[in-house]
């Protein structure tokens, strides 16, 4: 199922959020170029936008033409005027083949692009937030253990559930027999993972103390041929921890660690 455009204004408030903390609703409001009373309304489901104010929502916020052609098909078929071309969007709408490919696809890139996403996966195995009684009370204390906004915490809860990751009930739970591929997502949202866990990595340098961090390099020359043979030894000490040490199953979790390996040349090529 496609989601819905309210989720696609969420999503943006978050990334605005992740880039600069100050930004708020209010602001989000200013920049669509409407008041925050009425889009927080349209936010909590109470009240609908039309066709035309959608456009201009989707301009601003630089969707690409097959986001804004499915979104305000979307939007024509929950606010158009006349009872026709409702009917009309819903029609063109239920005749897309590729929504659920389409959906997907965004919600792969962003999960594997965010460092967050894998960390509120975690999260929820951990004891006191297994123990929560509400999706509310799960968010606050995830959003208090990364140092994120709720609504970040929120919009990736919810992108994880589309992709079948998370499941939603009373409270939020890990779907443990979820396989997931990174298949077909572009390597730059991998880059971007990756560049991101290590500036964590490097703050962590910074504030944490030994006992809470272990961080340790080698450097050592080796034959090329042998690199394909020390990945594949690196990939199973990683499986072998977390097999070992993982708490996912168990929900008995204290902490989210982070282990991360670079294993690359530091000598160039003539």
């Not at 109470?46 to 939007?75: D, M, T």
């Not at 103390?209 to 041929?225: A, D, F, G, H, S």
């Amino acid at each position: 199922m496609l989601k819905d455009y309210r989720q696609i204004l969420l999503e943006n408030l978050s990334k605005r959020i992740s880039v600069n903390t100050k930004y708020s609703l209010r602001a989000f409001a200013r920049d669509l170029g409407i008041s925050s009373g009425q889009l927080s309304l349209v936010l909590q489901g109470k009240k609908g936008i039309s066709p035309e104010r959608a456009k201009s929502f989707f301009e601003i916020l630089g969707l690409s033409a097959e986001e804004k052609k499915l979104y305000l098909l979307q939007v024509s078929k929950d606010h158009a005027r006349s009872a026709i071309k409702k009917k009309k969007a819903a029609d063109e709408l239920h005749s897309t083949k590729n929504d659920n490919h389409f959906q997907l696809t965004q919600d792969a890139f962003e999960v594997i692009s965010e460092w967050y996403h894998f960390a509120i996966l975690e999260c929820l195995s951990l004891k006191d937030v297994r123990k929560a009684e509400s999706h509310l009370q799960q968010i606050k204390l995830i959003a208090h253990k990364l140092v994120l906004q709720e609504i970040e915490v929120k919009t990736a809860l919810e992108r994880m559930i589309r992709l079948e990751l998370v499941g939603k009930n009373k409270v939020y739970s890990v779907s443990h027999d979820t396989v997931f591929s990174t298949s077909g997502v572009p390597s730059t949202a991998l880059r971007q993972f990756h560049s991101q866990i290590l500036k964590k990595a490097a703050t962590a340098l910074e504030t944490q103390t030994m006992e809470e961090r272990y961080p340790n390099t080698v450097v050592l020359p080796i034959l090329q041929k042998d690199f394909s043979n020390m990945k594949e030894e690196i990939i199973r000490f990683q499986k072998k921890m977390m097999k070992k040490y993982g708490r996912v199953v168990q929900g008995d979790g204290e902490q989210v660690y982070a282990l991360t390996q670079q294993f690359f040349k530091l000598t160039e090529k003539k």
